[in-house]
């Protein structure tokens, strides 16, 4: 069910920017793609730009963002590696809009099939028949030669008793290796840990274990739990010319039980 607040946005939006003959398309992916929307939804709209005025448009797009409603904040997505991307927050109410500016011809490299809610001469239609979405997978193989250095790495924060850093690194190590993995291994697409706790309902108890609380065995146990998920994982993804590191694993896993034996010793 689509909420009435982002219907009435979505109706303007397509009133106010089919009248600007540079932008031949309008769709809409996430949430809304699947119909799952609720109140806690935002809207992640891309809008389909001629390649010929592509430039025009997004040295004005912030102005574009704010003839849409009233704006409260508008920032480019940079910290998210996406410069095309507005992110926006209107209202009151207050209503979350992501707005992704993308030329015709980009359409062919897209990572989900989008809802066309507007088009201008079935020019996004015709674009998307001929291509198919790819939404990016985890490299097994890049994330095996990294693993265990970043398991080091969180046991030496443990040693020197930085616990915030190693609360936030089992953080990470969830949202970029464990999230993703147990996704795909529920045939979900692999979104860092978006609505894990719908899609993963079995995994939970074992995820829940990951969450470390501020002190040393809290922290210790959940790199444990952290080491037996991506193991299993792994184990699980692997393909025939993937390639172990061993002699890391081997010796990350150590010097781990070393650092939590010598703190163990001190209580």
């Known amino acids: 069910m689509i909420p009435q607040i982002i219907k009435d946005f979505i109706d303007n939006t397509i009133k106010i920017l089919s ?13 809304y793609k699947t119909n799952n929307m609720d109140e806690f939804s935002d809207i992640d709209l891309i809008i389909v730009i001629d390649p010929l005025f592509f430039e025009d448009v997004m040295l004005t797009k912030n102005n574009i963002a704010e003839g849409l409603g009233k ?113 795909m291994k529920n045939g979900k697409l692999p979104r860092g840990v978006r609505k894990i706790e719908y899609d993963a309902k079995n995994d939970l108890p074992v995820l829940i274990k990951t969450v470390a609380s501020y002190n040393i065995q809290s922290c210790g146990e959940s790199i444990k739990t952290l080491i037996k998920l991506y193991v299993e994982l792994r184990d699980l993804f692997k393909d025939e010319g993937f390639v172990f590191r061993s002699d890391a694993q081997k010796y990350s896993i150590i010097y781990l039980d070393e650092i939590l034996d010598n703190y163990s010793k001190l209580d």
């Open 71 to 183: 704006t409260l904040s508008v920032f480019t997505g940079e910290h998210v590696g996406e410069k095309r991307l507005l992110i926006c927050l209107y209202g009151p109410p207050l209503l979350h809009v992501d707005l992704k500016f993308v030329s015709l011809d980009d359409l062919s490299y897209r990572i989900e099939e989008p809802v066309i809610l507007w088009e201008r001469e079935n020019f996004v239609s015709n674009k998307i028949k001929f291509s198919k979405d790819k939404y990016p997978l985890p490299d097994l193989q890049w994330i095996e030669d990294r693993f265990w250095v970043w398991i080091h790495y969180a046991t030496t924060k443990i040693g020197r008793g930085e616990l915030f850093e190693t609360i936030e690194f089992i953080s990470f190590l969830r949202q970029t290796v464990i999230g993703p993995l147990t996704l």
């Open 19 to 31: 009248e600007d003959k540079r932008i031949v398309g309008i769709t809409a992916g996430g949430s």
